[in-house]
């Protein structure tokens, strides 16, 4: 494959960044933002509250200037997981707010336990009613000294949007260091917040007294650039990623290295790019264990495993971060892929071939994967489970067509 791609906005940007527009008093614009039905679900909570959310191509426009409602229906909790991210920001709007207790997925159990620690801390009384979670500050939300067990890059998120209107100052400590923390903390800032350290391990929150709106363009999608760098690694190729940042992929630029891979960002006429050339002989990478941010991230692990199983030699993938991240190695091994799976171990043997077959993708990244191991299939393969591709792709298969890919949404 060849040729030069867009990057869209970051998914992982734009869920936040919209149920943040929930603090603002006014109009907020944001733009660079994917068609993704997670997106659309969430534009379904804002209108629901009574924000009069609307899209013009990739420009979505968030009037939040009343706010009629503070609970989210247990349908439109259920279509995304990631919407315990309005918790916080309806919080910090009204002082409460009524919504579903998000349940596991597809990826083994989400609880969501620091969040609920850090707003009890910060003063939100809790109730668990039967599956309901009914939260409220009768005495309002004040900052707090919070230290996280583990850097969540939700509850960082819950935090931050409860803490930027509460009474004081809030602390967070091992943070989430994300890009998309910063991409959140950048937007509330431009609305009126005080966020300092942001993408650091320790974020500091001024409480002010209301925000206002702002126009902010959503930074690049790391994991669907590294999606697209790997459909172009396995079928040996060469191509310019543009609106792609470089620097929030340095935790894979090593990998690509080791495999042979010739990888730079640069700048060309203002806009950030990535090249990418995977024409020489290729080799498996030694050892890739996901972590948090900086570290190589869990979502790019099952791209990089369909990579894994088209080139010479033995790789190692350790996932740490969540317990079922797997399911797609039984996918890959239906297209002719060696991995043998041990809980959070998979061991994956390169092979000289895959051939096409029909798969299922159980989840957004697994079936990203399959798409990817399918471009070096020989023949055809069928992908069901597209919905899941849907949440995250904007395009997935006109952009691989663009560089060469053959693939047709049936
Ligand atoms: C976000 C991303 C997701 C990515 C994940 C990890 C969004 C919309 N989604 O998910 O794509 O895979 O980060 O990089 O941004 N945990 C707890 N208790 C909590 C919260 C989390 O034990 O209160 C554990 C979870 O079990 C999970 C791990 O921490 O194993 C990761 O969770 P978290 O960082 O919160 O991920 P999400 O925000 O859900």
């Known amino acids: 494959m060849a040729g030069e791609l867009d990057v869209q906005g970051a998914k992982n940007s734009i869920l936040p960044l919209l149920s943040g527009t929930v603090l603002c008093q006014g109009e907020s614009v944001l733009h660079n933002c994917p068609n993704l039905s997670d997106a659309d679900a969430a534009c379904r909570i804002l209108n629901c509250l009574g924000c009069k959310c609307t899209r013009v191509n990739k420009s979505i426009t968030v009037n939040s200037e009343l706010l009629l409602n503070t609970d989210v229906p247990e349908e439109l909790m259920r279509e995304m997981r990631s919407s315990i991210v309005f918790l916080g920001a309806i919080l910090g709007r009204t ?226 971060i969540f317990d079922n991240r797997f399911r797609h190695a039984d996918e890959l091994m239906r297209l002719g892929a060696k991995i043998s799976v041990n809980k959070t171990i998979a061991v994956v043997e390169g092979v000289n071939r895959l051939s096409g077959a029909d798969v299922k993708a159980t989840d957004l990244r697994g079936g990203a994967a399959l798409v990817t191991a399918a471009l070096f299939a020989e023949g055809t393969s069928r992908i069901s489970g597209i919905s899941h591709i849907d949440r995250g792709y904007d395009d997935l298969v006109g952009n691989l067509k663009k560089i060469g890919a053959d693939i047709n949404n049936a």
């Open 95 to 320: 002082r409460q707010c009524k919504l579903t207790f998000p349940g596991g997925c597809e990826l083994g159990p989400r609880p969501i336990d620091l969040h609920l620690m850090a707003l009890r801390k910060m003063g939100v009384e809790i109730k668990n009613e039967s599956g309901y979670l009914e939260c409220s500050a009768p005495k309002g939300i004040h900052g707090a000294h919070i230290s996280l067990s583990l850097p969540s890059v939700g509850a960082t998120e819950n935090i931050i949007l409860a803490a930027v209107t509460a009474k004081g100052t809030t602390e967070i400590h091992n943070a989430a260091r994300e890009p998309e923390i910063t991409d959140l903390a950048d937007f509330l800032n431009k609305c009126g917040a005080r966020i300092n350290g942001a993408g650091s391990g320790t974020v500091i929150i001024e409480g002010v007294e209301k925000l206002g709106g702002a126009e902010h363009k959503v930074i690049p999608d790391r994991i669907v650039a590294a999606t697209y760098l790997c459909c172009a690694a396995i079928t040996r190729g060469e191509i310019i990623l543009k609106n792609a940042d470089f620097s929030h992929i340095s935790a894979l630029v090593p990998v690509f290295e080791q495999m042979g891979c010739k990888i730079y960002g640069y700048n060309s006429d203002g806009e950030d790019r990535i090249y990418i050339n995977a024409r020489k002989p290729l080799r498996a990478p030694h050892k890739i264990i996901t972590t948090w941010h900086p570290g190589f991230p869990t979502d790019a692990q099952p791209m990089f495993m369909a990579l894994a199983s088209t080139l010479k030699g033995t790789s190692v993938f350790e996932e740490t």
